[in-house]
C-alpha cells in the first residue's frame, strides 16, 4: 500500500503540494528521489526513441541519395 501511495504522489511534482501535506522530511525527500528516478526513466526512453528516429532518419537520407543518383544514371543512358 505504502509504495502504491508513493507511486500516486510521484506521478507529478508538486511542491507546493507536498509542503501543504503534513509529511515528514523523510518521506519528502524520498518521495523526491522518486520523482527523480520517474524522470530519469523518462528522459532515457524519450532518447532512445529519438535516437531510433534519427538513425529512421539518416537511412531515408541515404535512400533517397541512392535513389537520385540511380535517376541520373538512368536519364543519361
Known sequence: LEEHI???L????????WNKIDLAIELRCH???LFAK????????KQ???????DTC????????RLKSQLEVQQQQ
Open 31 to 33: 518521495l523526491f528521489e
Open 48 to 54: 532512445n526513441k529519438l535516437n531510433q528516429l534519427e
Open 58 to 65: 539518416l537511412k531515408q537520407k541515404f535512400e533517397i541519395q
Open 10 to 17: 510521484t506521478d507529478h511534482f508538486d511542491v507546493e503540494r
Open 6 to 8: 508513493c507511486e500516486q
Open 38 to 45: 520517474k524522470q530519469q526513466t523518462k528522459f532515457k526512453e
